[in-house]
């Protein structure tokens, strides 16, 4: 029986599917219109792609935790195959210089975003096993999954995407802190990422361009800060309450990816602050539900994955609004469940699956064998 907070958890995320049904129709209707000759080609595709992410989600919460348990490390092993396929000539697809997507039969496919969730669920499984073993202080327990994480952030790396793997790095290093791994390990991090980061971005021409044109972007406004600039005029457009849904004068070709990395302007600019409280407000919901779930569990391992598969939704949303205010450099990260894209969707619908099946199955406040 799912549990209230599970209920709750549910119906956040199918309201916040429902405003991406809205603003993405809004967002792409004259641009489809133009390029398609049909106003509703993203809506329809979208359509298709929530009601297989919906599927998913049914399936996954229907799976027995024992399932994900047990397959773990094969899902990794399989995420880390498919990051590898994505460089075979013929299947893997370059779009945007970037070789981020395998194509098969009209489909494309994310490898990154399967990665994801086969890294929650290979560290819930680890690290639940090595209670004992962190308990103690030890290092060396760390050095199994960061041998595995580091291959994955490295193929990840080449394709190249940097922001996904800041993203799996960023909920590694959360899960390790909430495991119980000293801190003295965590500075030693920080000391060895300091100089990787300085050469992943300050070394390289077009990431460095991204953190110049965040810092003043109207240091190049037909270029690199043009992105940043419209959508800072999305914002000032929308005010308090917006200028009415389907007005928006940034999606008319003006604010590129504005039905997806910057979606959440377009909802500043048509619904106002009004709207973006509301979408702030759903998230926060899920992210306290998902929490509320976690804390009444008392096994390890769905305790674990329960927290790093709701930071996981709830961290990209976050840094969704962050790229798109401005605060944070220019990173294509969508909107969970509200952002245009296929794999995005899937997968983060396959979470909430997840999360539910868990909920369902876990009794709470005593364990269970």
């Known amino acids: 029986m799912i549990s209230r907070d599970g209920r709750i958890l549910f119906a956040c995320v199918y309201v916040l599917v429902a405003i ?23 809506l329809v ?28 490390r094969a899902i990794m092993l399989l995420g880390i195959a498919l990051l590898m396929v994505v460089f075979v000539p013929g299947i893997g697809k370059t779009a945007g210089g970037a070789r981020r997507w395998i194509h098969l039969g009209g489909i494309n496919f994310q490898p990154a975003e399967f990665a994801k969730l ?44 940097l922001g996904s793997c ?47 044109a965040y810092l003043n972007p109207w240091d190049d406004p037909q270029g690199n800060g043009f992105q940043m600039i419209q959508s800072f005029l999305a914002y000032g457009a929308g005010g308090i309450r917006g200028v009415g849904l389907g007005r928006s004068v940034q999606k008319l070709f003006y604010l590129p990816s504005g039905h997806n990395d910057f979606i959440f302007s377009i909802i500043a600019e048509e619904l106002g602050l009004v ?9 926060a919901a899920v992210f306290i539900a998902g929490l509320k779930i976690a804390s009444r569990i008392q096994q390890d391992y769905e305790k674990i994955l329960t927290v790093s598969l709701t930071l996981a939704i709830v961290l990209q949303a976050l840094i969704h609004m962050l790229v798109a205010t401005g605060l944070v450099p220019t990173k294509g990260l969508p909107l969970p469940f509200v952002s245009y894209g296929g794999t995005s969707l899937v997968f983060n619908l396959t979470v909430i699956g997840l999360v539910l099946g868990i909920d369902r199955q876990t009794p709470h406040g005593r364990k269970h064998k």
Do not use: E
Request: hydrophobic share 55%; aromatic share 18%; proline share 4%.
């Open 275 to 283: 709207g973006t409280l509301v979408v702030i407000g759903l998230f």
């Open 166 to 212: 800041a993203f799996i790095f960023v909920i590694v290093c959360i899960l390790f802190f909430w495991a119980g791994i000293r801190m003295r390990y965590v500075f030693l991090a920080a000391l060895v990422f300091v100089p990787v980061l300085y050469l992943l971005v300050i070394r390289v021409p077009y990431r460095l361009s991204r953190v110049t």
């Open 118 to 161: 086969a890294v929650c669920l290979y560290l819930a499984d680890y690290l639940s096993r090595k209670r004992k073993q962190i308990n103690l202080g030890s290092i060396g327990v760390f050095l199994p999954p960061m041998i595995l994480v580091g291959l994955v952030c490295g193929l990840i790396l080449l394709q190249p995407d």
């Open 45 to 72: 595709r979208q359509l298709f792609y929530i009601t297989l992410g919906t599927f998913a989600l049914f399936w996954a919460a229907a799976r027995p935790i024992r399932f994900w348990r047990d397959h773990s």
């Open 20 to 42: 991406g049904i809205v603003m993405i129709y809004s967002a792409t209707a004259v641009y489809a219109g133009q390029n398609y000759g049909s106003s509703s080609y993203y």
